[in-house]
């Protein structure tokens, strides 16, 4: 996560590349419940920065949110999986009641997007960082019209960077071993 951005706008073209992974992202079934909002004018950045507050994202004075040419608001959509489960290739595998969901896929494939969506934009040699709002689905909705089945998972930040604080993240002293994180052959 980098956490400044240089203002400048990105070339169309370079927008379309980062956003066009969205084609290529895992989903369960294919349900490809996934979405982008792309924002790039500038007073409605304004507007999500004022919206997320300015406490956390304006460590020097900037707010990085706002600063960040080009936002993309990642929504997952929980009615395309239930849709598309229901179908008569799904039922058949699953005794023709919806399958019964390990964890909620919908979630799991928005995070994968944001994912690359972040490593994209670093694809591109730019900056790009993810955050959240305890109250993003109005945000969002207020701001930009979202339909009420698109749930937002959050907000990624997209540009060249700036000069942001010592490299790494600032909670990095907080870093779990790697040997409490990965197990081997059993936990
Ligand atoms: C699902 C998710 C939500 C996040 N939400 C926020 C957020 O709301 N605000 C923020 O400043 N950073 C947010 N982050 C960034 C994390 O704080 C950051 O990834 C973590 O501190 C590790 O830092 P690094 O990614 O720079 O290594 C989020 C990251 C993820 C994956």
Redesign the pocket.
């Known amino acids: 996560?980098?956490?400044a951005f240089l203002p400048d706008p990105l070339p169309e073209e370079q927008i379309e590349r980062i956003a066009g992974v969205i084609r290529r992202a895992p989903s369960g079934g294919f349900s490809q419940g996934g979405s982008i909002v792309v924002v790039t004018d500038e007073a409605k950045r304004h507007e999500i920065a004022r919206a997320f507050g300015d406490e956390?994202?304006s460590p020097h004075g900037r707010n990085y949110i706002a600063d960040a040419p080009v936002h993309m608001v990642i929504s997952a959509n929980e009615s395309l999986y239930h849709a598309r489960y229901n179908e008569a290739d799904k039922l058949a595998a699953t005794g023709g009641v919806e399958v019964t969901w390990p964890v909620p896929y919908w979630f799991v494939d928005a995070?994968a997007l944001?994912m690359l969506v972040l490593m994209a934009a670093i694809d591109e040699g730019l900056a790009s960082?993810?955050?959240?709002?305890p109250d993003q689905k109005r945000i969002f909705d207020d701001l930009l019209g979202l339909p009420e089945d698109v749930v937002p998972?959050?907000l990624a930040l997209i540009g060249k960077p700036g000069e942001a604080p010592p490299v790494?993240?600032?909670?990095?002293e907080r870093q779990r071993a790697k040997d409490d994180l990965v197990h081997r052959d059993r936990w």
């Open positions: 996560m980098h956490r956390h994202y995070g944001m960082a993810f955050i959240g709002h998972i959050g790494g993240s600032r909670l990095k």
